[in-house]
């Protein structure tokens, strides 16, 4: 399952798709890239997993300029944690299944020692739920936590945490929005002012929501509207996750629904939204000039560095799209693994590091606007990887 509690794959079981492809590396060229791991790590990944059942380990690696990895002196650390974010200087960890955030301190060779922890349930004031996935704002200096059934037991909630960055304590600021749906962590444009997200549950609910972040880091939710293209008769579209790039634009996927049937109507879709200075999407992407996607039920999205590419992860691989700012997605890779990839991050130096949980493998590809690679050493073994986080270092 991925962190997200997979409210997509399979669309409320009636949009459960057929199974996927053999899990086999495409038939597909890859250019070789040198392998050179002198110098500097360009970045340092963290994959939460776990060799006995309940019991998480940090796992942390080094990267090298050429993508490959080594593990980190210590690794694996303890910490039972799902869901991972870091700041450069501190790495924070949830699990749904327990009442903490807890935070890490990052030494300057990528190494984890647990500082200061939180209890987030207590916080939502019903003693049930607890914080779920995890995510900050383009500066750092605030963490947000998907707190499940935070509202009377039955609504999801974002709660906002201040950190304090001598020690890495987290001061509760509050939080808003509640909604049985809110299910995955939200995606800040560039102004760092709006942060978006989308969800699906097929027939039964769906919605593209918004929240603003205020002067003191908390997140308020903003009352935007952001349109779906216009499907073909007879069907809906029902979006699912985000991703932005550096300036104001945005990726969603979209699934085209049945109306009658609640089944899907053909793979999943790219739209891309532009959002306005009032927090309101528009959009100029339609069904004709939307790419579909090979990945079928899509487990995670998201936008390199520069804004110029986009990754989608799902049931059946892994695939990468150019990001057009305001104009349609296009399409640029086939499938680059037919493993289920579950979730994904890029680095500052063209590489992206990708989790299979049912495969229990993570991948490294370079990957540029012309060119990608599998890196040297791709894929390696991880026990029952639940999350994966990157730290550039560049």
């Not at 301190?105 to 003693?127: E, H």
């Not at 992407?285 to 487990?299: I, L």
Request: charged fraction near 15%.
């Amino acid at each position: 399952m991925t962190r997200y509690l997979q409210l997509f794959i399979c669309l409320v079981v009636t949009l459960c798709m057929e199974t996927a492809f053999a899990q086999t590396i495409p038939s597909q060229t890859y250019e070789r890239v040198q392998d050179s791991t002198s110098g500097s790590p360009v970045a340092y990944v963290y994959v939460s997993g776990s060799k006995t059942v309940g019991v998480n380990e940090i796992y942390a690696f080094a990267a090298a300029s050429s993508g490959k990895l080594t593990r980190v002196p210590g690794s694996p650390f303890q910490g039972n944690v799902a869901s991972m974010a870091v700041n450069g200087k501190y790495l924070f960890g949830s699990s749904n299944e327990q009442a903490d955030i807890s935070s890490f301190s990052i030494a300057p060779d990528g190494a984890l020692k647990q500082v200061a922890s939180i209890n987030g349930q207590k916080y939502n004031g019903y003693d049930c739920g607890g914080p779920g996935p995890l995510f900050l704002d383009h500066t750092g200096a605030t963490l947000y936590d998907l707190d499940f059934d935070g509202n009377i037991c039955a609504n999801n909630t974002y709660q906002s945490f201040g950190i304090d960055k001598p020690n890495g304590e987290l001061n509760y600021l509050g939080s808003d929005g509640a909604d049985p749906w809110f299910s995955v962590p939200l995606s800040f444009i560039g102004n760092n002012k709006y942060a978006y997200g989308a969800v699906c549950l097929g027939d039964i609910y769906w919605q593209i929501y918004g929240f603003q972040r205020h002067s003191d880091g908390m997140l308020i939710q903003a009352n935007v509207s952001a349109p779906t293209p216009a499907p073909k008769e007879g069907d809906f579209y029902c979006p699912y996750l985000t991703a932005a790039d550096p300036t104001n634009h945005l990726a969603i996927s979209l699934q085209a629904v049945n109306g009658e049937t609640f089944n899907p109507d053909g793979p999943p879709q790219l739209a891309a939204y532009t959002a306005e200075d009032s927090g309101n999407l528009q959009t100029k992407s339609t069904r004709e000039n939307m790419p579909e996607t090979a990945v079928k039920n899509v487990t995670d999205v998201g936008m390199s560095p520069s804004g110029k590419l986009l990754a989608v992860g799902g049931t059946a691989g892994l695939q990468i799209f150019h990001f057009n700012g305001s104009d349609p997605v296009t399409p640029y890779t086939e499938l680059l693994t037919k493993d289920e990839v579950d979730q994904f991050f890029w680095d500052n130096d063209n590489h992206l590091y990708a989790i299979s949980q049912s495969a229990g493998k993570l991948f490294v590809f370079t990957i540029t606007p012309t060119r990608f690679s599998q890196a040297a050493g791709s894929p390696y073994t991880i026990s029952n990887p639940r999350d994966i986080i990157v730290m550039p270092k560049k």
